[in-house]
């Protein structure tokens, strides 16, 4: 979905310098493409080290001629959307942050460019002439710089350009002079290329709204802005796949009739933890609180208790538990049946746990356990010993090596889910 292009009219004022622009309408974002990642290799930059183009200097150090005084200028934060490429390029920008992950999926910052000057032709405003006759460009406003910015958003839905209803969704704004333009609702794909008028001192920002939290990103320099609650989705590592099977072995049940062995009654358990990730929304949680993080396991369980004595033999009282342990903190999710049906497989299906860490967390102790009970019918069979049974695992250690700020882009729990 595309936000209609839309142009304002200009007031033209004395001495050829100054044009006035209303504010645009709605600007939309789509991605290129899925799985898209940014390059966050710093390789190069303007050549201006404020960003703001500023005139250079000879070789004994006088200031070279604003090429651009006599121009005409453009409104203060002039901003337009769909911009061309067809125009000279002072400087191509390389954020090294560039990157901003929400709950559903990525916005990137594909290409940051340092416009000088442009035609009055590309912004949809009328020319002004010189005195040669020839259409005069328009210059920045005082105190500003152009940039033009290309972004795209790529969703967490496996490849499908639309976001299903029941995701949140994605606001851009423009925040820039004490005031926030929204400019696009984000609901799947979008990418786009605006024109932005931004200030030399760095105020301007790009504002990344989902679920009630702002993620901010500096359009002078395309850069992120740290975020003490999003801080998770930009730790490196912060997936971790180990599909790690407990080994766990339950004592078989002795079945006697009329006083002497017959069989036995057996039982088979499997405890997976699948996947262990680090994330700063869940679905059921929302945001993480500044400083930390949303841990979250993927773990399941499965039984089977065999019998060659089905009708007479019921288990009771079923418990499989999954354990975190970070920092001496034990967090536990549990599985309670009252009955299990004794056939070839009893399977709890998978389950999330999700722990709130510290950010930084840098390792993790899983463990499982469990435990049921059995009963017989009263008559020529009966069950020597204990009728109940307990199993607990070892434990496991799962790291997260990476503190650093290289980002993971694929979702841990869905959110990014």
Request: glycine share 10%; net charge negative; aromatic share 6%.
């Amino acid at each position: 979905m595309k936000g209609n292009l839309m142009y304002n009219t200009t007031t033209q004022h004395i001495g050829r310098r100054t044009f006035s622009l209303a504010a645009l309408g709605a600007l939309a974002l789509s991605a290129c493409g899925s799985g898209q990642r940014a390059d966050f290799e710093e390789t190069g930059g303007s050549d201006a080290s404020d960003g703001g183009g500023s005139a250079g200097s000879d070789a004994g150090g006088a200031t070279a001629p604003d090429a651009t005084a006599d121009l005409p200028r453009l409104e203060a934060g002039f901003t337009v959307e769909e911009f061309t490429k067809d125009v000279t390029v002072a400087s191509t920008l390389q954020p090294k942050n560039s990157t901003v992950i929400t709950p559903t999926g990525v916005l990137s910052i594909d290409r940051l460019q340092e416009i000088a000057t442009v035609s009055a032709e590309s912004v949809g405003l009328e020319a002004e002439m010189g005195e040669d006759g020839e259409a005069l460009d328009l210059a920045p406003a005082d105190g500003e710089v152009l940039r033009a910015v290309e972004l795209s958003f790529t969703p967490f839905n496996g490849g499908e350009a639309a976001l299903d209803e029941a995701s949140p969704l994605t606001d851009i704004s423009i925040s820039m002079g004490g005031s926030q333009t929204h400019l696009a609702e984000i609901d799947g794909e979008y990418s786009t290329r605006n024109l932005i008028s931004v200030p030399k001192d760095g105020s301007a920002s790009l504002v990344v709204s989902s679920e009630g939290h702002d993620q901010m990103v500096d359009l002078l320099t395309g850069e992120r802005q740290a975020d003490e609650v999003a801080a998770a989705y930009y730790r490196s590592d912060r997936v971790q796949e180990p599909h790690h099977t407990f080994p766990l072995s339950v004592d078989p049940f002795p079945v006697l009739y009329s006083d002497d062995a017959d069989s036995e009654v057996t039982t088979t358990t499997s405890f997976q933890a699948a996947t262990l990730g680090l994330t700063a929304w869940t679905e059921t949680t929302g945001w993480a609180d500044p400083g930390s993080a949303w841990l979250v396991m993927e773990w399941s369980s499965a039984i089977t208790i065999s019998t060659e004595i089905p009708g007479l033999v019921r288990a009771t009282d079923y418990s499989a538990a999954a354990s975190v342990t970070v920092d001496g903190e034990t967090t536990t999710d549990e599985i309670h049946e009252d009955k299990l049906n004794l056939n070839s497989s009893n399977k709890s299906g998978e389950r999330t746990l999700v722990v709130a860490v510290p950010v930084d967390v840098s390792s993790a102790t899983v463990s499982m356990s469990g435990g049921f009970s059995l009963q017989i019918d009263p008559g020529v069979y009966e069950i020597e010993g204990s009728l109940d049974r307990t199993f607990e695992s070892e434990d496991l250690t799962v790291d997260f090596p990476g503190t650093g700020s290289t980002p993971s882009a694929a979702p841990s729990d869905g959110g990014g889910s």
